[in-house]
């Protein structure tokens, strides 16, 4: 199921997604020729500063939300493009040196057939580099919106709800990868909540 959002009002409330991206991208170590997606790009900012980094390379930023693929439009350039995909659509084979995902992939629930597809992506000796929301994150709000939907007067509004996030613990997600064949992966947890 795709979220839409507005690409623009994003921009304005989301400091802490930059500021998060913005220490995972430093951690790449990029030598500047580097073919990268970045999964769930959003308004493009962090896809824009990842290819300042590669100049000689290539970055496609992909979202599900028309609104955030136009508000990223405005970075195109040589090296950046920008595609409205969904992520478990992935049909890039061997394309890409790294696979890089900030502050998105709690919103994806199926990350067995995701591990597949981005393996699927990279070239040989590719990487995949990610965070997103885990066990834990958001902890408060999560407790708050369960109380409330469990009132009697909202519970009937609630009935068969699917709740949209996927966050789990460092050892569920560890076990899913090692069980999608990425038994060399690191799994670390770290809350970084405001």
Sequence with gaps: MTHEFDGKRYKEASVHQREWGTKLIAELDLRGTERILDLGCRDGALSAQIADLAPDGEVAGIDASRGMIDAAQSRVRKNLRFLQMEI??????????????????????????????????????????????????CSHFFSVIREAMSVKEFAVHFAGFDWPWYTPSVEEYSALMEGSGMADGRVWGENADR
């Excluded at 992935?90 to 629930?109: C, M, P, R, Y």
């Design 88 to 137: 478990n659509e992935l049909n890039f084979v061997e394309q890409f040196d790294v696979g890089f995902s900030n502050a998105t992939l709690h919103w994806i629930k199926d990350h067995r057939r995701l591990l597949r597809n981005a393996g699927c992506v990279l070239r040989e000796g590719g990487r995949l580099r990610f965070n997103f929301a885990g066990e834990g994150n």
